[in-house]
């Protein structure tokens, strides 16, 4: 019998918000020994989140918007599973920038969809790549999303079960 307790879905385009969900996976499994399984949106619109405990959603940032496929995620009813939402943008990762990200592209969406309430929600920097696909600004943040992820484990929900 396998029980499900995290699922990470993500949107990405340049790829920052898929290694963020890489790293949160890592940290949930090794730290939490939690079960988690990674689902990019892009591949399954429509994953099923019924028989995880916990559901954490992320995605991109570009023209100041949510990829399509997360936001779409969001109007699912999650019910009391515990939900987290991360995000990866460029202004979150310039400090001057970072509490205007968070109000723009997670506080105000959030609003528009005031039956999420996250147990924990982020911003984390991102990434410019030029048109050969390579780098050309790099403000990803890998401590700062451990850290977060950190004290995000502490808030999930484990499943425990028991053979009689
Ligand atoms: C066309 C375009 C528009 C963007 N618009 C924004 C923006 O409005 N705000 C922001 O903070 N970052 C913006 N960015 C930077 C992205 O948020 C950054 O590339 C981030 O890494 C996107 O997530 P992803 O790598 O998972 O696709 C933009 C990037 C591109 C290419």
């Known amino acids: 019998m396998s029980v499900n307790e995290t699922l990470i879905v993500y949107a990405t385009k340049s790829g920052a918000?898929?290694?963020?969900?890489?790293?949160?996976?890592?940290?949930?499994?090794?730290?939490?020994?939690?079960?988690?399984?990674v689902v990019n949106l892009r591949k399954n619109?429509?994953?099923?989140?019924?028989?995880y405990s916990n559901v954490i959603i992320g995605s991109g940032v570009?023209?100041?918007k949510w990829y399509g496929e997360a936001k779409k995620?969001?109007?699912?009813?999650?019910?009391?599973?515990?939900?987290?939402?991360?995000?990866?943008?460029?202004?979150?990762?310039?400090?001057?920038?970072?509490?205007?990200a968070v109000k723009n592209y997670i506080t105000d969406v959030l609003a528009k969809h005031p039956h999420i309430k996250p147990v924990a929600a982020e911003a984390f920097g991102g990434i410019k790549k030029n048109k050969k696909e390579r780098i050309i600004l790099d403000l990803r943040d890998p401590?700062?999303?451990?850290?977060?992820?950190?004290?995000?484990?502490?808030?999930?929900?484990?499943?425990?079960y028991y053979l009689f």
Request: one cysteine or more.
């Open 73 to 100: 995620f969001l109007d699912n009813d999650f019910g009391d599973r515990k939900v987290a939402i991360f995000l990866a943008s460029r202004r979150a990762g310039i400090p001057e920038m970072c509490n205007e």
């Open 45 to 51: 619109k429509k994953p099923d989140f019924t028989p």
């Open 62 to 64: 570009r023209r100041g």
């Open 143 to 160: 401590a700062k999303a451990k850290t977060w992820t950190e004290e995000l484990g502490k808030k999930t929900r484990k499943i425990s």
């Open 17 to 37: 918000t898929e290694e963020y969900a890489s790293m949160i996976e890592k940290v949930l499994r090794d730290k939490f020994g939690l079960e988690v399984d």
